[in-house]
Every structure is written in C-alpha cells, then in structure tokens.
C-alpha cells in the first residue's frame, strides 16, 4: 500500500518568506508526527496530531512555526519569516494508534538562502 | 528525560563481515528502544524494536539487538555485512508521555560504510 508522502521532496526559498509543507500519511493513521533532521543530527520531534487536533506541539522552535491537520489526515507544516537556521530536513510520520510504530515519509529539504 | 547515545559517528566494515553499532539509552522506567536505518533520500525505515518481551529482538534483513538492562545498551549487529547495508542507522528511545502517545527521541545516527 502507499506510504507517507511529503511534497515537495526539496524546497528552496529565501530569508524572510513563507513556506508550507505539505504530508500525506497512510489512510487510517490517526496519529500524526513532524519532526526535523538539521544537518548530521537525528530527528528532533516537533509537534504531534491525534485526529485534527495538536496534542503535543512543544517542540516547535518559536512562534514562527505552525501546523495544522484541519481534516484528521493531510498536515500541513507552516513557517513565517524563515531564517536559515531553519534549514533542514523536516520529517513527518504517522501510525494507526498514538502508540504504534511510526512510519516515515521521505522528507522536504528545506533550503533557507 | 529520556535519552540516547551512539557510541561511533561512523562505522566501517568489509562486506561479509559482522556489523555491530553500539547504542546506550539513559530512561527513568523500562523503554520501548528501536534501530531505524535511512537510505539516501528515502525515508526512515524500523529496523526492529524492543517493547519488553525477548531480550533479543530479530529484525529484517539480518540485523538483530539485545537489550542489556544492567549496561543500559541496546546494540545492533549482524552476522554479515552486506554492500546494500551501507547508510545511516539511528537508536531510538520512546518516551511514552502522559499524554499516551510515543515521543521519539533519536540518537545523532552511525554512518555505515561497507566496502568490497
């Protein structure tokens, strides 16, 4: 069956812009997870979805970083004023139940110039 | 809080030699580990994982791992290295919350490299 996906595979943007990333989980997950991969570190977690709602979104960074998962399935990653520290591989994951193992998506490199 | 530790950035190997990578968990009760290797731009794939059954867990492609509580290790190994098995593998802690859900908190990842 299909994986997660995540579109786009590499997004280049500049200092100061707004970028959306956009992951497809399996149908039927209902759990739902970002993470980030800096450079030649492992994923750090970033925000957790149970259905449509954000329960655990402690690991975004600042207030620049928003998600949403507005119909209990496709996520959404947001990112105002990007900065290129935040450049890095940002993952998303989702499992049929919050505590089943996750599946990942291949990821979005984002490029911050 | 939970964490994790990767005791070698990077790992060589022969191929048809054995592969160990070493890990080293820090957790406050019995942890649910797991080994997840990614490819090249392809996406983090589990491995195996330990849930507080066997002691050593058998995973795909020939790799298993035993957890040793009294050396808070959960080392990877397989008896022969394969050319395809060339790539990043990383140890994960779960960190069930109090919210019920799994928090993954991941080691920084050994490079395997395995040569002819």
């Known amino acids: 069956g299909a994986g997660v996906s995540q579109t786009p595979s590499n997004k280049v943007t500049e200092k100061g812009k707004y970028v959306e990333l956009r992951c497809d989980p399996i149908?039927?997950?209902?759990?739902l997870y970002w993470y980030r991969q800096s450079l030649g570190q492992g994923p750090e977690f970033l925000i957790y979805f149970q259905g449509t709602g954000a329960a655990d979104d402690s690991g975004l960074p600042n207030d620049r970083f928003f998600a949403v998962r507005p119909e209990g399935s496709v996520s959404t990653l947001k990112i105002q004023r990007t900065e290129r520290g935040d450049s890095a591989v940002y993952l998303c994951?989702?499992?049929?139940?919050?505590?089943?193992?996750?599946?990942f998506g291949p990821g979005t490199r984002l490029t911050v110039l | 809080a939970q964490s994790v530790t990767q005791l070698d950035s990077h790992v060589s190997v022969s191929e048809g030699t054995p592969v160990l990578l070493r890990c080293n968990y820090s957790s406050s009760y019995s942890p649910s580990l797991f080994w997840y290797v990614q490819h090249p731009n392809k996406g983090l794939q589990l491995l195996l994982k330990y849930t507080s059954a066997a002691t050593l867990v058998k995973g795909i492609n020939g790799f298993e791992a035993e957890f040793k509580k009294s050396e808070t290790s959960f080392h990877l190994t397989k008896p022969s290295a394969h050319m395809s098995d060339a790539a990043e593998y990383f140890c994960v802690v779960s960190d069930l919350t109090s919210g019920g859900y799994n928090k993954l908190i991941f080691g920084a990842g050994t490079r395997l490299a395995v040569h002819p």
């Open positions: 994951a989702s499992s049929p139940t919050s505590r089943d193992t996750q599946y």
């Open positions: 149908s039927g997950h209902t759990a």
